[in-house]
């Protein structure tokens, strides 16, 4: 079974410039989120899918950050324009929605991709 | 802030020692998951322990649940170098889940 895809790994911009992350989930499963890691930190949530609804984005920083998901599966998180702040790594991870209603099963995570803001 | 809290921060053992990291929690669960990362890799799920649910076994690993306490711990037994790694519990409640700040384990060799 192939994992949770990312790409960039790896992405250097300037300050004030725009990124865009890309995430292909595993096969079947309904939900999908985005996480933020700074260095030495864990991560958090910034928006969670389920199909190609949006369950929470309550820590997405709207004015800069947007997600979409595409026909509920591959998914993007953009950022623009840039803050030094935003460096860190960004984390895809996907889940498969159980019965009623409940979501908290096991997250498989991608490798990641590491911003750096300079 | 929702994330729980995790400690120690950091712990450096001999290898062969056995290593506990605990985790606390705010709100109502669903379960409590332990999730391990290599540095600079993704998270790997480890075990899931649910809230009915006391104590969990998986190899070397051993999960406790306390939810009058709202807190849990991995005991990770006989550690070896590979188990060098940043250790993170995730709290499962509703849609949601949360994760700690993390342990930091250095295994000696």
């Known amino acids: 079974e192939a994992g949770v895809a990312q790409s960039p790994r790896y992405k250097i911009i300037e300050k004030r410039q725009s990124v865009a992350f890309w995430c292909n989930p595993i096969s079947g499963h309904a939900t999908l989120y985005w996480y933020q890691q700074i260095l030495g930190q864990g991560p958090k949530l910034l928006i969670q899918f389920q199909n190609n609804g949006v369950v929470d984005d309550s820590q997405l920083p709207k004015d800069r950050f947007s997600a979409e998901r595409l026909k509920g599966v591959d998914s993007t998180l953009k950022i623009q324009p840039a803050k030094l702040e935003d460096s860190a790594v960004y984390l895809c991870?996907?889940?498969?929605?159980?019965?009623?209603?409940?979501?908290?099963?096991?997250?498989?995570f991608g490798e990641g991709s590491r911003l750096t803001v300079l | 802030s929702q994330q729980g809290e995790e400690d120690p921060q950091a712990l450096s053992i001999q290898e062969g020692e056995n290593a506990t990291m605990n985790c606390s929690y705010k709100t109502s669960i669903n379960n409590l998951q332990w999730y391990r990362q290599n540095s600079g890799r993704g998270l790997v799920h480890l075990i899931l322990i649910r809230s009915n649910e006391r104590e969990k076994h998986s190899g070397r690993l051993r999960v406790t649940l306390d939810t009058s306490k709202k807190s849990s711990s991995l005991l990770i037994t006989a550690s070896r170098a590979a188990d060098t790694a940043s250790y993170f519990c995730?709290?499962?409640?509703?849609?949601?889940?949360?994760f700690g700040a993390g342990t930091r384990l250095f295994v000696k060799a």
């Open positions: 991870a996907s889940s498969f929605l159980r019965g009623g209603g409940s979501n908290t099963g096991e997250l498989f």
């Open positions: 995730a709290n499962g409640a509703g849609f949601k889940t949360i």
